[in-house]
């Protein structure tokens, strides 16, 4: 079966870190672009990053470029979110998804919450 | 405030076609493919279409998609209550070398 599963998320006070997990099987991950799509509860969706099949590229949303980074481990087939200087705004349950086409994301994970308050 | 535009919100009866459209501009719609994507209360967004008018396999032929200009829309055909959802649009968008979402059309099914 094709699956995502995200785990990392938590609760930390402003300022702090947290590193989101996303593990993948079912599919060769290694072929895929990958993302980290956020949505605030009971809001929109946003997209937060992406990375290249082998982690030589990537796309950041100008909300957290600087504070957060996406990494890749193909060996492992898992995907990684380290997010610092966090803020209350990045509170929101982030989602992995695998991208198909052209910036489709057809694989999503179930996702995991992340609540920045003090 | 989403670079994406779409209707916070649509309704419509049962077995009627409802259009969700989603604008944008030069830089994303108007030069990129748009995807769609359903997402019902407290699970993970499904995409339903992508490059514009491609129906993801074992989505219901009652959903098509199009694109034309810096704008385009999801048509849903025969609705059904199991429709009510909130539907979102996407593309790249050129200029912030992003993905960019709309902002969310929730449909009701009157």
């Known amino acids: 079966e094709v699956q995502l599963v995200e785990s990392g998320g938590g609760l930390v006070q402003p300022g702090g870190s947290l590193r989101l997990s996303c593990a993948a099987s079912g599919f060769t991950f290694s072929k895929y672009w990958m993302s980290w799509v956020r949505q605030v509860p009971g809001r929109g969706l946003e997209w937060v990053v992406n990375?290249?099949?082998?982690?030589?590229?990537?796309y950041y949303v100008d909300s957290v470029k600087g504070r957060f980074t996406i990494s890749r481990d193909n060996a492992k087939n898992s995907l990684y979110l380290q997010m610092n200087s966090l803020r209350v705004e990045d509170t929101a349950v982030y989602y992995c998804?695998?991208?198909?086409?052209?910036?489709?994301?057809?694989?999503w994970g179930q996702g995991t919450m992340v609540s920045v308050s003090s | 405030q989403s670079v994406l535009t779409q209707p916070p919100s649509v309704s419509e009866a049962p077995r009627q076609r409802v259009t969700i459209s989603c604008s944008g501009s030069?830089?994303?719609?108007?030069?990129?493919?748009v995807n769609w994507y359903q997402q019902l209360p407290g699970k993970a967004p499904k995409l339903l279409i992508y490059?514009?008018?491609i129906l993801t396999s074992g989505v219901s032929d009652r959903f098509s998609g199009s694109r034309s200009g810096t704008s385009a829309s999801l048509a849903i055909s025969g609705l059904q209550s199991e429709d009510e959802a909130d539907y979102y649009c996407?593309?790249?968008?050129?200029?912030?070398?992003?993905?960019?979402f709309g902002g969310g059309t929730k449909l009701t099914v009157l």
């Open positions: 490059y514009d008018d």
């Open positions: 030069s830089s994303n719609i108007g030069n990129n493919a």
């Open positions: 996407t593309a790249w968008d050129d200029s912030l070398d992003a993905v960019l």
């Open positions: 998804a695998r991208e198909v086409g052209w910036r489709a994301f057809d694989i």
């Open positions: 990375i290249k099949q082998d982690g030589s590229d990537t």
